[in-house]
């Protein structure tokens, strides 16, 4: 069994979905253990454990942009959005979590952060956990 919701992005930003998550991962944990794993449907999109600042939300955007420079990319020719797809291959696109008696564990801290790097879209993310 496996929980989709989707997220509305803007055109380059990242986005707290740690309340989407944390609720998937009580109906579908159902007071057990395991791990949750989280991933994004789509080729332009990562995600990441980190705080959900929004300074540093901004900042992760600007700073994978200025890693990944704009060059002429092949893949531009079909729809200019090379340097989005080499962004998320670089970051990854799912992430696995503990969950302890049905409740997402994270550090004081830490949140799960979609990154959009080519929207605005309506992206999908789904949770499947995987019991003990």
Same mark, same amino acid.
């Given at each position: 069994? =496996? %929980?989709?919701?989707?997220?509305?992005?803007g @055109?380059?930003?990242?986005?707290?979905?740690?309340?989407?998550?944390?609720e998937?991962?009580?109906?579908?944990?159902?007071?057990?253990?395991?791990?949750?794993?989280?991933?994004?449907? +789509?080729t !332009?999109?990562?995600?990441? $454990?980190? %705080?959900?600042?929004?300074?540093?939300?901004?900042?992760?955007?600007?700073?994978?942009? #200025?890693?990944?420079?704009?060059?002429?990319?092949? +893949? *531009?020719?079909?729809? *200019?959005?090379? %340097?989005? +797809?080499? =962004?998320? #291959?670089?970051?990854?696109?799912?992430?696995?979590?503990?969950?302890?008696?049905?409740?997402?564990?994270?550090? !004081?801290?830490? #949140?799960?952060?979609?990154l %959009?790097?080519?929207?605005? @879209?309506?992206?999908? $993310?789904?949770?499947?956990?995987?019991a003990?």
């Open positions: 069994m =496996m %929980e989709i919701f989707t997220v509305s992005t @055109r380059r930003e990242a986005k707290d979905i740690t309340p989407s998550i944390k998937a991962v009580k109906k579908l944990a159902g007071g057990r253990s395991g791990v949750a794993f989280v991933f994004t449907f +789509h !332009t999109t990562a995600l990441v $454990v980190n %705080e959900a600042e929004s300074g540093l939300m901004d900042d992760l955007i600007d700073a994978y942009f #200025s890693i990944i420079p704009k060059l002429n990319y092949k +893949h *531009n020719r079909i729809d *200019n959005n090379a %340097e989005a +797809h080499i =962004m998320s #291959s670089a970051v990854g696109n799912s992430v696995a979590l503990p969950v302890e008696e049905g409740e997402l564990k994270l550090g !004081t801290w830490q #949140s799960i952060l979609l %959009e790097f080519d929207g605005p @879209r309506t992206r999908k $993310v789904g949770v499947k956990f995987i003990e």
